[in-house]
C-alpha cells in the first residue's frame, strides 16, 4: 500500500489536516475541507499553495494533488481562501458561514494593510467587528481596555495619527456603544457591506507592461479588469467591465482584451512570464462565469439555500 501524505488546510478561522493518497485529485481534497466546514457556496473559494519560486498559486481541481507543483513537504501546506468575490455581499451572500470566512478574510487583508483603508473607515469597521466578537457594549461587562489584547487597527492608521492606544480604543468603545442590539452575524454584515466599496477589495492585481514597455498594474475582480499606474492601485486609468469584453485570450507572455465595440481599440499588454498569463486568464474565466451566473435566475440548490438562510435568521431574531 502507497504511504498516505499528510496535509495540513489552514482555514482564516481553523486548521484542519487530511492524509491523502498519491491519486487523490484537486476536487477531491477541496471536497473534504469544504464537508467538514458545512460551506455550501463552494465556488468562491479555493485552495492556495505556495509554488517553487514562492508564488501562491490556485490548486487545479481537475488534476491530481501531487503532479501540480506543490512542495513535497509534510505536511503539504494549503491556505483555504476566497478566490472570487461578490459584486454586492448583502444580495450574494447566502450561509453564515460564508459569510464570516469573508470577514476574517477581508478582516485580515484590512488589518495587514493589504486593502488600503482611510483612518476614519477604519475606526468604524473596527466597532462592527467588536460587536461581532463581544456582542452589545455593556458598561459593568465592557471596563476600559477591554479592547487593549484586541487587534483592530493596521499599524499604518496607527503611525498616521498619533493617538494612544486608549485613545483609539474611545474612538472604537463610542462606536460599538452604537451598534446596541445588532447580532453578531449582522455586524459581519455590516463590516463587510463597507468594506465592498474600499477601491482594493477584491482585486488580484498582476505586474504587467504596455506596448511602450511602461509598468503597469492590472486589477482583476468581480465587475471587469482595470488598468492602473505603478505608483497608485487605488484610481484605475482604464476600465474594462465584463459587459463590455468580447473576448481575452494570450500568446506566450502577450494577452490581448477585445472590446465588443469593434471600433475600440484592442488593449495588449505583456505579463512577466506565460504562467502569470495562464493564472490571469483562469481568474477572468472564474469572475466571469460567476458575473453571468449572478444575471440568471437562481437554481433549486440556491432557491434551497436562500429559503434556509431565510429561516434561521428568523429563528435567532425569535430567540433574542
Known sequence: MPKPINVRVTMVDAELEFAIQQNTTGKQLFDQVVKTTGLREIWYFGLQYMDGKGYPTWLKLNKKVMSQEVKKENPVQFRFLAKF??????????????????????????????????????????????QAKFGDYTKGVH??????????????????????????EERI????????????????????????????????????????????????????????????????????????IRNIS????????KPIDKKSPDFVFLARRLRVNKRILELCMGNHELYMKRRRPDSIEVQQMKAQAQEEKQQRQMER
Open 250 to 257: 494570450f500568446n506566450d507572455k502577450k494577452f490581448i482584451i
Open 85 to 130: 468575490f461578490p459584486e454586492d455581499v448583502s444580495e450574494d451572500l447566502i450561509q453564515d458561514v460564508t459569510q464570516k470566512l469573508f470577514f476574517l478574510q477581508i478582516k485580515e487583508g484590512i488589518l495587514s494593510d493589504e486593502i488600503y483603508c482611510p483612518p476614519e473607515t477604519a475606526v468604524l469597521l473596527a466597532s462592527y467587528s467588536v
Open 143 to 168: 471596563k476600559s481596555g477591554y479592547l487593549l489584547s484586541e487587534r483592530l487597527l493596521s499599524h499604518r492608521v496607527m503611525e498616521q495619527h498619533k493617538l494612544s492606544k486608549d485613545q483609539w
Open 173 to 244: 468603545q463610542v462606536w460599538h456603544e452604537e451598534h446596541h442590539g445588532m447580532l453578531k452575524e449582522d455586524a459581519m454584515l455590516e463590516y463587510l457591506k463597507i468594506a465592498q466599496d474600499l477601491e482594493m477589495y477584491g482585486v488580484n492585481y498582476f505586474d504587467i507592461k504596455n506596448k511602450k514597455g511602461t509598468e503597469l498594474w492590472l486589477g482583476v475582480d468581480a465587475q471587469g479588469l482595470n488598468i492602473y499606474e505603478k505608483d497608485d492601485r487605488l484610481t484605475p486609468k482604464i476600465g474594462f467591465p465584463w459587459s463590455e
